[in-house]
């Protein structure tokens, strides 16, 4: 016995749509690079330990961080698109849950406090980012 899925209306993402979602994901670098150049000419040291031995948050480190969780979010946006109707309603609720989640981390790192809002106001910047631009250039079913 064989069962297979089709969707109704298949999904599709147009160029321009691609250039948005690159757009968002390059927003968010610049985010990213703006909060930490800010933080860093205020004097933050972006020293964090977490159970060992502090790790300075380099500005190459968040970037490469960034672009990870950007790239995550496109790449499960493109999925949900593809296999479900309701793929910006579920795309938007797990980003929103995903952000929520990452002050967690924050709360307990052995931080100080202007680095714990360096570090929050770059998840809640990239966040911002990343969910307003993506979900603009969801494919529409």
Do not use: C, D
């Amino acid at each position: 016995m064989t069962t297979s899925t089709r969707l109704i209306r298949p999904a599709t993402i147009s160029a321009p749509n691609r250039r948005l979602r690159a757009r968002a994901v390059g927003g968010a670098l610049l985010a990213t690079g703006a909060v930490w150049l800010a933080g860093h000419a205020l004097g933050v040291t972006f020293n964090v330990a977490a159970g060992g031995p502090p790790q300075t948050f380099s500005l190459p480190f968040l970037l490469g961080f960034t672009l990870q969780i950007a790239l995550a979010g496109w790449v499960t946006l493109a999925i949900l698109e593809h296999y479900t109707r309701h793929a910006l309603r579920i795309w938007t609720a797990l980003g929103l849950t995903v952000l929520a989640l990452s002050f967690a981390p924050i709360a307990v790192a052995g931080a100080s406090a202007p680095t714990k809002a360096a570090l929050s106001l770059i998840h809640l910047s990239v966040g911002g980012v990343l969910l307003v631009t993506m979900r603009r250039s969801a494919a529409r079913t």
